[in-house]
């Protein structure tokens, strides 16, 4: 069984930097790529980052060039660097890593982008 925790969400002025963790537990390996997602109420759950493999990433338009998704493979742990926040970025931000048997989400952090 594999648990996530997400933690580093707030509060933060528009243009300010968060720094999101996702911990994982259980049994989790490199080779299946992990990544964050965000949802606003009364919208769907949107993908933002991936990392996989080789630490190769991808991200979505909207976060590109400000998000830097990043993992620590020794510490099972999963991070989001967030810069330039905009208050769009406003959202719970999910961590998900999916294996071959089976799929998991964390329990959500909130970021609050507003001044």
């Known amino acids: 069984q594999v648990q996530l925790v997400e933690s580093g969400g707030g509060l933060v002025q528009p243009g300010g930097s968060l720094r999101l963790s996702c911990a994982a537990s259980?049994?989790?390996?490199?080779?299946?790529?992990m990544s964050w997602y965000r949802q606003v109420p009364g919208k769907q759950r949107e993908w933002v980052a991936t990392?996989?493999?080789?630490?190769?990433?991808s991200y979505a338009d909207s976060v590109k060039g400000r998000f830097s998704i990043s993992r620590d493979n020794a510490k099972n742990t999963m991070y989001l660097q967030m810069d330039s926040l905009k208050p769009e970025d406003t959202a719970v931000y999910y961590c998900?890593?999916?294996?071959?048997?089976?799929?998991?989400w964390g329990q959500g952090t909130q970021v609050t982008v507003s001044s």
């Open positions: 990392v996989r493999s080789g630490d190769s990433t």
């Open positions: 998900y890593y999916q294996n071959r048997l089976s799929f998991y």
């Open positions: 259980g049994s989790i390996f490199s080779i299946y790529p």
